[in-house]
């Protein structure tokens, strides 16, 4: 698990530990949740589909028979429960939220199940974004769970900062689209969160072709081959590559993302990373 600490007080090897620190930044897991792996889905940018990447992950995670949760830290963008229809607000218990649960039963939490209506703005400065993360964490009766998955906001400010700093997280599965310019800033995110030292578990293209309706053949919209030459340049797991699928599209729009029947998360990587096993149904 990733050693995130202060960076005022790095070692002689250039790495901040616990010897040379001792003041973690990370939170620990509340006495309701029991939480076994921790990865974020990030981007340098927006629009390269990390939200429906997160929930594809999940639900794919969650038919295998794994115990899933999406916490959604798009705090200003939040899109989690529109992919998945939710609309009911989170309950209460012993002074914790309860995740509102989807269809095949993972466990959501996002700020857009507690606004009035789900168009409504959030209008807050850096800190309160950064704390309503935080307790997103602590707050929040999880339960057990084998993956809590972090839908991180796009770039590299304070409420990634936070998720980096605050979550222990496993790691880092980082999503672009195909196009060179999305791609440079997507290495931006991916430098960043070497300079905290928690691994990136690898790389996922998103919209990477649109399938041919009659033929089947493969059109590549936005180019070819950016993420996968990034993902060797950086020696990194090139994860899954998913297309462009109107179905999806029409799906999530429809808050049925789990009706999905096209192309799923290849989750064999992310088993294999985390050490997990694969489910026999």
């Given amino acids: 698990m990733a050693n995130n600490q202060c960076e005022s007080c790095k070692d002689k090897t250039g790495q901040c ?14 006495e309701a949740s029991e939480i076994k792996h921790v990865i974020g889905v990030m981007s340098g940018k927006g629009g390269v589909g990390k939200s429906s990447v ?8 969650a038919r295998a028979g794994y ?21 009911a607000r989170p309950e209460q218990f012993n ?3 309860l995740p509102v649960k989807t269809a095949l039963g993972i466990e959501v939490m996002s700020l857009n199940l507690l606004l009035p209506e789900e168009d409504d703005p959030v209008i807050w ?53 195909p196009q060179d310019l999305a791609m440079m800033v997507v290495k931006k995110a991916i430098k960043m969160v070497q300079q905290v030292h928690i691994p990136v578990l690898g790389l996922v293209e998103n ?35 998913l297309p462009l699928d109107p179905e999806l599209a029409a799906l999530g ?28 149904n």
């Fill in 17 to 30: 530990s616990p010897e040379s620190c001792g003041k973690s930044l990370l939170l620990p897991q509340n």
């Fill in 54 to 61: 997160s929930a594809l992950l999940a639900v794919s995670l």
């Fill in 67 to 87: 115990k899933v949760g999406i916490m959604d830290a798009d705090i200003t963008g939040p899109s989690i429960p529109r992919l998945f229809g939710l609309k």
């Fill in 95 to 97: 002074e914790m939220l």
């Fill in 125 to 177: 400065r850096g800190p309160i974004l950064a704390s309503a993360v935080k307790q997103f964490w602590s707050d929040v009766a999880w339960g057990r769970l084998d993956y809590l998955i972090v839908d991180m906001p796009p770039g590299t400010g304070d409420v990634p900062l936070t998720v980096l700093q605050s979550l222990p997280l496993d790691g880092l599965i980082v999503v672009s689209s």
């Fill in 207 to 241: 919209m990477s072709y649109l399938a041919c309706p009659h033929c089947g053949e493969r059109i590549h919209l936005f180019g070819s081959g950016h993420v996968a030459d990034a993902a060797r340049a950086n020696d990194l797991r090139l994860l899954d590559v």
């Fill in 253 to 280: 729009d429809a808050g049925k993302i789990e009706e999905y029947s096209g192309k799923a998360f290849n989750i064999d990587p992310v088993l294999t990373i985390t050490g997990e096993q694969k489910k026999v």
